[in-house]
């Protein structure tokens, strides 16, 4: 009789690579969950309060929020060009798998549909939250338009960038 040669989460192939199978849990997203998580409540308030913004410009005004006194609770590393944090990217993921929160994809910024912004209404923010934004809705929005901005320019730069092709042709806008 010949040996099986496959293992438990193994399977062999004929070229004699293994290939490993990962089971990785995934909690659902309900929008009654999501309601019900204060911290994803807040962030869309954040979201719906300041307008559309970029990812990378999120995660640093959530931190500066965090600074000025709202307990959300996330923690942010330094990473490359700017903060991130895990915890705020699936909360953010959440929000925009019910359907709360979308990207446009033109521009390339986060905002709040109609749907969250009845969830709003209906069930509103955590308070602390509300107080910090509302105490500091014109400086928070003045440092949206310059974290936007520097993100923007960052975009751009990359897309302008020289071809190897054509090194002294930029493609892009003019």
Partial sequence: MPKKEEQKGQAKQETGKTKELKIVTVHVVTRDKVVKN????????II??????????????VKHI?????????????????????????????????????????????RSTGEGK???EKYGAPP??????????DNLRNLVALFDSQVDMQLRRKSERPTRRFPGIRLGRL
């Fill in 118 to 120: 009845e969830a709003l």
């Fill in 128 to 137: 602390g939250v509300v107080r910090v934004v509302e105490e500091n809705r």
């Fill in 48 to 61: 719906d309060s300041l307008g559309p913004m970029h990812e990378r410009t999120l995660h640093d005004i």
């Fill in 38 to 45: 204060p911290r994803q409540m807040a962030l869309l308030y």
């Fill in 66 to 110: 965090q600074d000025l006194g709202a307990d959300l609770g996330y923690e942010f590393k330094s990473l490359g060009v700017g903060l991130h944090s895990m915890d705020l990217k699936s909360d953010l993921i959440a929000l925009t798998y019910v359907g709360f929160a979308e990207v446009d994809p033109v521009r390339r910024k986060v």
